[in-house]
């Protein structure tokens, strides 16, 4: 065994190697991989093998096109076989609902620059003669998906990053590590210690009790998961693709004259919560065929030559799934050099070419190529160290893995784990609630007589007309919104403001009580956190962010934050609640309830201060993401409720009404408002978003700033664009739809929905410097529809801005 090593990489696995290659691959070859058993002996070697790249995010969808990129290379890189075959992939639709969700994917497959080709029932089985198409109503094809042998994929990524000078150490068991100064110094193993600068956690399902080990949470579950293989079937067709019949919860593939068919039951069973029997590798589970009784039956019919065929044996494999069914990537926010690769839900293999290099990557640039935040760890928190909460919910998301994705669609599982005071009274007044990080927080208030949940549906939703009440009254009259979910952080100390305005875009440096709204950049200067930041104190600050970005955002600024302890960073998230004042009628309620000035000429657009409201101390923010006059009021949480029967009294008469998240964000479109991950993330600079005015270049140094002065003097590369669409009904978007400029295809929807004041279909999108020269000619593609667009210059509501400032 070797005493150290620049990179250790526990886990032999796809990921674990695909690491490793790419490492070796960008010039690092001080690489070790250590693994328990053999190479593959985890959870790759019993993984079925198929090989899909579309994804409702499109970085996702690059990063596995990137997999179907190096699979066809590796083999002639290697020398050795891989079982790489680009066979295509066939979905079928049984249902209407079904058929939409096809057509939503081919057009967002069109956005990504993939191809997916709607065909009928007709031509789909002549791609997979055997079928039986009973119920099949139509179908779609992806011509790049494909198939591999996992085993051989993993060995060719490992020979590739041996080759490089990679060693790789099997039945070799990680035993602890040693941990200074909030940094892994040495991973100890059955073999001996190896010293180390970064450690890499791909160990897969074994995945949660490494992290356990090293002091890092790792929500993921073991599933079991079953798959059978038949001997050669006579007079199977060659060369068949891939398939998927969602509808009957199957896939197949074929295999040596054979079959290999599998699917995901509705009731998936969770194997080892508490931790994975000692010394179990390159191991099954016994078969359940109770179990896989609905699957086998539901394929007996859809392809029923399995009546007759030979079964040469039932797969059982656990397999590692997460609560929200994407993988785990990224930095650990518990340690600084240890980052986490593993919960890939069953599509281990297609990820694994383009997981390895995110991470590579991740470990040589300090940052992927592509911004991953739907993979990244750090969109979990604290309620995801409960297990009762991860077994919950990831049994819930595997028994939809293959149902239909709705939009607006919530889970039922694992529910109001955080609650605001305003919970039960909003409750009553029908608030319809969804989860995000772990809040229960009102996605809209159904009127007496109204069923307050949601429908699924592709059209027009049964909420969508009091949605269109709650914005209504944002803009004429005025409403509270409960927004206690966002994150917050306390910065203070003496060196709070210089450590401030060397991380922040926009100068921070005002007088105690303003608001400043800036962006946190990279080197590159993309957008690592779109904030707000108030000046509460000579050395005291105030940040706001998302309530989904809490970790990203926190792990950010405690990154970069100075040694000497200047400043201190707190989470003061569960400080506050949050009621939003905000409408047009917002001050004049606000004054019938308070003592203190909410004048204009009192407290101007960007301001903050220390106000008493009704009975509660309350620090009031003038800001607005609905670009109307309004007040955020921030207080100690016992005083919320209290607060919130006063402001509804005393507005009766001012046609007060509560207003949700999906108010909320109908109405941050109509003002062309952008949201971090859709319209602002790493990948775009504040020039790119059209949000440079939060960027001040002459305040001296800052993150991205150089980099940010070569995109002002050389122009942006991309712009945020505004598009209406011409159509005569309401049309809700939801990101993924496809940009095209006489019949070109020139972007991607970031996103979208209905504005109800303006009575328009409204998109965001991002367009390439060249593309946004052109001024017509433009269309969204919907359901495989194209509708014509008009590209605005400015926000389809209030352009001049002159209502924030009323």
């Not at 949601?454 to 027009?460: M, Q, R």
Request: hydrophobic share 40%; with cysteine.
């Amino acid at each position: 065994m070797r005493e150290s090593a620049q990179v250790v990489i526990i886990g032999g696995g796809i990921v674990g190697c695909s690491i490793a290659y790419h490492l070796t691959k960008r010039g690092l070859k001080d690489v070790i991989i250590l693994e328990k058993g053999e190479l593959t002996s985890g959870s790759t070697w019993h993984a079925a093998g198929l090989v899909g790249q579309l994804r409702s995010h499109r970085n996702v969808t690059r990063m596995l096109q990137y997999s179907v990129s190096l699979y066809e290379t590796l083999e002639a890189e290697t020398g050795l076989t891989t079982g790489w075959k680009r066979c295509g992939c066939l979905h079928l639709a049984g249902t209407e609902d079904r058929l939409f969700e096809l057509k939503k994917g081919a057009t967002t497959a069109r956005s990504f620059g993939l191809e997916m080709h709607m065909i009928s029932p007709q031509e789909a089985l002549k791609i997979f003669p055997i079928l039986d198409m009973d119920g099949i109503i139509g179908a779609a094809f992806m011509p790049s998906d494909g198939q591999a042998d996992p085993s051989g994929l993993t060995m060719a990524l490992a020979k590739g990053a041996m080759n490089r000078g990679a060693t790789v150490e099997q039945k070799t068991l990680v035993t602890g590590f040693q941990i200074k100064d909030n940094r892994i110094q040495a991973v100890a193993t059955d073999r001996g210690t190896i010293r180390c600068e970064t450690v890499v956690n791909a160990a897969g399902m074994w995945g949660r009790e490494i992290g356990r080990m090293m002091g890092v949470n790792i929500p993921l579950v073991p599933f079991q998961h079953q798959y059978l293989v038949t001997e050669a079937i006579e007079g199977l067709p060659p060369n068949l693709p891939t398939l998927r019949d969602k509808d009957s919860l199957l896939y197949y593939k074929e295999e040596v004259g054979g079959l290999v068919m599998g699917g995901y039951e509705r009731d998936g069973i969770p194997w080892s919560i508490h931790g994975i029997p000692k010394g179990f590798t390159q191991e099954l589970l016994e078969p359940d065929f109770d179990h896989f009784e609905p699957i086998s039956s539901a394929a007996m019919k859809r392809t029923p030559c399995l009546n007759q065929a030979g079964i040469a044996r039932l797969v059982n494999g656990p397999e590692a799934f997460t609560p929200d069914g994407n993988c785990i990537l990224g930095p650990a926010p518990e340690l600084e050099n240890c980052f986490v690769a593993v919960g890939f839900n069953a599509f281990g293999i297609a990820a694994g070419g383009g997981a390895g290099r995110m991470v590579a990557e991740w470990i040589v640039d300090g940052e992927p190529s592509l911004n991953i935040w739907p993979l990244d760890i750090r969109r979990f928190g604290r309620h995801h160290r409960s297990v009762r909460y991860n077994v919950e919910r990831t049994r819930e998301l595997y028994g939809k893995h293959y149902t239909i994705s709705w939009p607006y669609e919530e889970h039922d599982s694992a529910r109001g784990v955080k609650r605001s005071p305003l919970y039960w009274p909003l409750k009553e007044k029908g608030a319809v609630y969804g989860s995000k990080f772990g809040w229960e927080r009102a996605n809209w208030f159904a009127p007496p007589g109204v069923l307050p949940q949601d429908s699924p549906t592709f059209g027009i939703p049964h909420w969508f007309e009091h949605v269109a009440a709650e914005h209504r009254a944002a803009r004429e009259s005025v409403v509270l919104i409960d927004q206690s979910s966002f994150s917050k952080f306390e910065v203070a100390g003496s060196g709070a403001l210089s450590f401030l305005n060397r991380i922040a875009a926009n100068n921070v440096d005002r007088p105690v009580g303003s608001t400043v709204y800036t962006q946190l950049c990279n080197e590159r200067g993309g957008i690592e956190a779109d904030i707000t930041l108030s000046r509460v104190a000579e050395n005291r600050f105030f940040i706001i962010t998302g309530t989904a970005f809490g970790v990203h955002d926190f792990m950010w600024l405690k990154k970069h934050l100075p040694k000497d302890g200047s400043v201190a960073l707190r989470d003061v998230t569960s400080s506050f609640a949050m009621i939003n004042v905000c409408g047009p009628l917002s001050r004049k309620l606000l004054m019938r309830v308070s003592d203190d000035d909410f004048s204009n000429e009192g407290f101007a657009f960007g301001q903050c201060r220390e106000v008493v409201v009704d009975y509660a101390p309350v620090l009031a923010l003038r800001v607005t993401y609905i670009g109307e006059l309004g007040y955020e009021l921030y207080m100690p949480p016992e005083y919320s409720a209290g607060l919130y029967e006063s402001l509804w009294k005393n507005g009766h008469d001012l046609g007060i009404r509560n207003a949700g998240y999906r108010a909320i964000d109908s109405l941050r479109l109509e003002k062309s408002y952008r949201y971090w991950g859709a319209e602002v993330s790493p990948d775009y600079s504040p020039y790119d978003a059209g949000i440079g005015f939060a960027v001040n270049l002459d305040k001296g140094p800052f993150i991205g700033r150089e980099a940010l002065l070569k995109i002002r003097k050389e122009g942006s590369p991309w712009k945020l664009c505004t598009f209406t669409l011409d159509a005569d009904r309401p049309m809700l978007l939801h990101g993924g739809e496809t940009i095209t400029c006489r019949g070109k295809v020139v972007g991607v929807v970031s996103s979208g929905g209905y504005g109800h004041f303006v009575r328009k279909t409204i998109a965001l999108g991002y367009l390439s410097a060249s593309d946004a020269q052109e001024t017509d000619g433009f269309a969204i593609e919907v359901y495989r529809e194209a509708i014509p667009a008009t590209r605005l210059l400015k926000a389809p509501y209030d352009p001049e801005r002159k209502k924030i400032f009323l």
